[in-house]
C-alpha cells in the first residue's frame, strides 16, 4: 500500500469544464500538501501548494486538504487545452525534506 | 527548466551495460534528487544528497549508485543495466534556505531503454 494514492487516469474533459483531481494518503504527520504539473517531455514543476488544512485558490485553481479524511483536491474551473498535462500530489513531513508524490493523473482539455 | 540540464535526453543500452546519466544545475542550490518514473507509479525517489559530502539512499536505490562531483553536478550510474530499469529519470534541485515547502525544480528528464 502506498503512502499516497492517486488515480493515474487518464481523465479527459470537455474545454470549460470543472475537473476535480484528488490523492489519499495514510501518513497523518504529513503537514504540507503539493501539487506539480508536468507537461509532455518535460520535468513537474509547482503549481500550488497548502499547510496543513483548508483551502487556498490561485486563478483558476484551487487547492483543498481534509486532513480529518487524509484526502487532498485540486479544482480546475473553466478548464483550457493548455491545462493537458499531468498532475501529481506530493506531500511531506514538518521539518523534512523529502517529498512523497503520488502515481499523477494524465488530464487532457478537449477543445 | 534550462537551470536544470540532463545528459543525454535519451539513451538505448543493453543488459548488463554500465550507464551513467549527468545532471548539472546551475540555480546554486545545495540539495540534489534523482527519482525514476514509470507509468502508473509516479516518482520514485533514487538518492538524495544535501551537500558535495551527504548522499542518502531513497526508496528505490538497490541497483543505482551516484556521485556529487561538485555542487552543481549529480550523477547517477547503473552499474549493470537490466530491462526493468527501463524508465524516465529525473534530475531535481531545491534550495537549503527555501523555506519548509522545499520546493524542488525538476530537469527535463532522460529516458532510458534497457534491451
Known amino acids: 500500500q502506498k503512502e499516497v494514492e492517486q488515480d493515474p487516469g487518464p481523465l479527459s474533459v470537455p474545454e470549460g469544464a470543472i475537473v476535480s483531481l484528488n490523492c489519499t494518503y495514510s501518513?497523518?504527520?504529513?503537514?504540507?500538501f503539493m501539487w506539480y504539473r508536468q507537461y509532455s517531455r518535460k520535468g513537474p514543476e509547482l503549481l500550488m501548494y497548502t499547510y496543513s488544512s483548508g483551502n487556498k485558490e490561485d486563478g483558476r485553481f484551487t487547492a483543498q486538504v481534509d486532513k480529518s479524511s487524509k484526502y487532498i483536491s485540486l479544482f480546475i474551473r473553466d478548464s483550457q487545452p493548455s491545462d493537458s498535462a499531468t498532475y501529481l500530489c506530493a506531500m511531506s513531513l514538518q521539518g523534512a525534506q523529502k517529498l512523497v508524490f503520488g502515481q499523477g493523473t494524465r488530464l487532457t482539455i478537449n477543445p | 527548466d534550462a537551470d536544470v540540464t540532463q545528459t543525454p535526453r535519451n539513451r538505448i543500452t543493453k543488459t548488463g551495460k554500465r550507464i551513467m546519466l549527468e545532471c548539472s544545475q546551475t540555480k546554486g542550490h545545495d540539495r540534489m534528487y534523482w527519482y525514476r518514473q514509470d507509468p502508473g507509479l509516479g516518482l520514485q525517489l533514487i538518492y538524495y544528497?544535501?551537500?558535495?559530502?551527504?548522499?542518502n539512499k531513497g526508496e528505490i536505490s538497490d541497483g543505482y549508485s551516484v556521485s556529487r562531483q561538485a555542487q552543481a553536478k549529480f550523477s547517477l550510474s547503473l552499474e549493470s543495466a537490466i530491462p526493468n530499469q527501463t524508465a524516465l529519470y529525473f534530475c531535481a534541485t531545491s534550495d537549503a534556505s527555501g523555506g519548509a515547502i522545499n520546493e524542488q525544480f525538476f530537469g527535463p528528464g532522460t529516458r532510458l531503454t534497457v534491451l
Open positions: 501518513n497523518s504527520a504529513f503537514q504540507y
Open positions: 544528497s544535501f551537500d558535495v559530502k551527504d548522499i
